[in-house]
T-cell receptor
Framework: AQSVTQLDSQVPVFEEAPVELRCNYSSSVSVYLFWYVQYPNQGLQLLLKYLSGSTLVKGINGFEAEFNKSQTSFHLRKPSVHISDTAEYFCAVTLAGTASKLTFGTGTRLQVML | DTGVSQDPRHKITKRGQNVTFRCDPISEHNRLYWYRQTLGQGPEFLTYFQNEAQLEKSRLLSDRFSAERPKGSFSTLEIQRTEQGDSAMYLC????????????FGPGTRLTVL
């Protein structure tokens, strides 16, 4: 079975500062990795995904993530955050090559301050 | 088609009552997933359909829960004899056939059991 660990439950950061949200996964087989964002009282929106190929993945809203197989990590980064980035961010994993369920981490609350 | 829709958005019920939620996926998507999200947690998988066939169910899906997708289009999730522990956000997602499993989420139905 796969699992995801998001070590930081909350990350406060000032506007225009860089941010990194950490995600580590556990799996004995190949996986696909995703980052989703959830704004208050809304569903989840896909930010980016890693399926194969280049380990640096670029997504929407200026976010990017790097897949590191040796460290089993998929950290999310943004070089300069905006107040509108305040939201809950979820890392998720699924078995590669299947229509399997997503397994989510517990989420990281990004709080952007002025 | 603007995305996955769910109805109702909010439901308040008394303990012991039955409730039913509806999910309409993106029209060309033949896979449909249900997840449950409690406060401060990531979504947890409940069940998954490919067309009208229910292919996987989580152990979280007790006997009081039943899901259907009778014509391979919309789906319903029914909870019988609701308990306070059923209070959560119920999320629906859909995806196309294919092995990369990019799931698109609806806005969710928030259930409160009094």
């Amino acid at each position: 079975a796969q699992s995801v660990t998001q070590l930081d439950s909350q990350v406060p950061v000032f506007e225009e500062a860089p941010v990194e949200l950490r995600c580590n996964y556990s799996s004995s087989v190949s996986v696909y990795l995703f980052w989703y964002v959830q704004y208050p009282n809304q569903g989840l929106q896909l930010l980016l995904k890693y399926l194969s190929g280049s380990t640096l993945v670029k997504g929407i809203n200026g976010f990017e993530a790097e897949f590191n197989k040796s460290q089993t990590s998929f950290h999310l980064r943004k070089p300069s955050v905006h107040i509108s980035d305040t939201a809950e961010y979820f890392c998720a994993v699924t078995l590669a090559g299947t229509a399997s369920k997503l397994t989510f981490g517990t989420g990281t609350r990004l709080q952007v301050m002025l | 088609d603007t995305g996955v829709s769910q109805d109702p958005r909010h439901k308040i019920t008394k303990r012991g009552q039955n409730v039913t939620f509806r999910c309409d996926p993106i029209s060309e998507h033949n896979r449909l997933y249900w997840y449950r999200q409690t406060l401060g947690q990531g979504p947890e998988f409940l069940t998954y359909f490919q067309n009208e066939a229910q292919l996987e169910k989580s152990r979280l899906l007790s006997d009081r829960f039943s899901a259907e997708r009778p014509k391979g289009s919309f789906s319903t999730l029914e909870i019988q004899r609701t308990e306070q522990g059923d209070s959560a956000m119920y999320l629906c997602a859909s995806s196309e056939t294919g092995n990369y499993n990019e799931q698109f989420f609806g806005p969710g139905t928030r259930l409160t059991v009094l």
